[in-house]
């Protein structure tokens, strides 16, 4: 039961619910999320929780206290309805000073702590001034005004026609992020995937079931693969050979991504752990690294001895349409986005998220890079070069609109913690 569990909050931001502000949480229940979406209310009255099943999903909603609440997740109902009580009970409310001083201030707030159920969650923002060290936090500045024109994911085995021809695959990871969004696009005489998922049994089972439950029988043409990271390309091998298709990626990708899969079995070089070491890294922390290392192959499926190379600006026929490559870095060193005028659509893979940052790292094999640049540089490029009423399609979160909101937000944000980070060195 959930009542027994830890349910933890991975994610918040201000959406947009049916038009109206939202402050809409994402809560982790194992391999689960729990979209929570709070309103203003004018009916001052509570109402009880209702239930509903739309589209496949469970949802509860019920208000207090001038405030609408929903809830919605592919979890069991009687355990969102679990949850949707323990919320509503008056003995886990109380109200709750910022959680750290990088937070702000913010009014009409709550915060539900851990109870004896092992319930938890946290805070819901409603208004934001400025943050204790006077300069507007990341977490704080003015939020993008993003559209989810989807009520949730696609069920598991499942996929959901985002856009023609376009349709949405989730499928779990191992992971804290415990998910990824994969696509199917139709390419006339059959399908063409991009992005895979991890390689483990987990991820073999979902495919079957996606398999199984495909709208017709047609096979794969080929796999599209956004980026070299074990979510993204850990089952394209498998699926390469297993239907006899080829391999669609950028070069430097596709090498780095062999390169990194070499390392599989070695121990830890010397140019590595100094490289933490001068980072700052305790010996417990080196220890674990060296403990870890060469642990990148055993997420991959063994990638094809060839492939069919992608490249900045090229235009691919897929199906009916035409799909403009987009490469951007400093996620990753070649990351492949695709774009396709006629349905207004972006594949955007790690570049761009919605809900989260990407992750933007300098490794040790390239000490001296300055990935964050890179990474700033392909944002504005992105937002150059593609318009703003495309839809979104992320590898983590959800479909959305609101690109360039979405990207100057980030940028923003990266340049404010940037002058936080020199002036504590300072």
Request: aromatic share 8%; charged share 25%; with cysteine.
């Amino acid at each position: 039961m959930l009542a027994a569990e830890v349910v933890a909050e991975i994610d918040e931001a201000l959406d947009r619910l049916a038009g109206r502000p939202a402050a809409a949480i994402v809560y982790r229940f194992r391999a689960h999320e729990i979209n929570l979406f709070v309103t203003r209310s004018a009916a001052a009255e509570s109402r009880p929780v209702t239930l509903s099943k739309p589209r496949g999903f469970a949802m509860v909603a019920w208000a207090e206290d001038r405030l609408a609440f929903a809830a919605i997740s592919d979890v069991d109902p009687q355990e969102l309805t679990r949850f949707a009580e323990l919320l509503r009970a008056p003995s886990r409310l109380a109200a709750s000073p910022p959680r750290s001083p990088h937070r702000v201030a913010m009014r009409e707030r709550r915060q539900w702590r851990r109870s004896r159920s092992g319930f938890m969650a946290r805070s819901i923002p409603w208004r934001e001034d400025t943050t204790m060290d006077g300069l507007q936090d990341s977490d704080s500045a003015p939020k993008p005004t993003l559209i989810y024109p989807f009520a949730g994911p696609p069920a598991r085995g499942q996929t959901l026609e985002v856009a023609p021809g376009v349709h949405w695959i989730r499928m779990p990871l191992p992971y804290a992020l415990n998910h990824i969004n994969l696509w199917a696009l139709d390419d006339g005489d059959g399908w063409a995937i991009v992005d895979t998922g991890v390689r483990n049994e987990e991820t073999v089972l979902v495919w079957r079931e996606v398999f199984a439950n495909a709208p017709d029988e047609r096979p794969l043409t080929r796999v599209f693969v956004t980026h070299m990271h074990p979510d993204h390309v850990g089952m394209a091998g498998w699926m390469t050979r297993r239907f006899g298709v080829r391999l669609w990626m950028t070069r430097l990708e596709y090498l780095t991504c062999r390169v990194m899969v070499s390392d599989t079995g070695r121990e830890a070089p010397d140019d590595a752990t100094e490289f933490f070491r001068r980072a700052g890294w305790g010996a417990g922390a080196i220890e674990t690294y060296r403990a870890r290392f060469g642990n990148f192959g055993k997420h991959i499926h063994a990638l094809p001895d060839s492939f069919r190379r992608i490249q900045d600006g090229e235009e691919v026929r897929i199906g009916a349409n035409t799909w403009r490559v987009v490469v951007g870095s400093g996620h990753s060193p070649e990351h492949a986005c695709l774009y396709c005028p006629e349905l207004k659509v972006l594949i955007s893979g790690d570049q761009v998220l919605p809900r989260i940052s990407s992750n933007v790292s300098v490794h040790p094999t390239e000490p001296d890079a300055d990935p964050m640049s890179n990474w700033l540089d392909s944002l504005a490029k992105l937002k150059r070069e593609i318009p703003d009423d495309v839809l979104v399609l992320p590898a983590h979160n959800e479909c959305f609109r609101g690109l360039h909101a979405r990207i100057d937000a980030l940028a923003r944000g990266q340049e404010t913690s940037l002058v936080r980070l020199r002036r504590s060195l300072a």
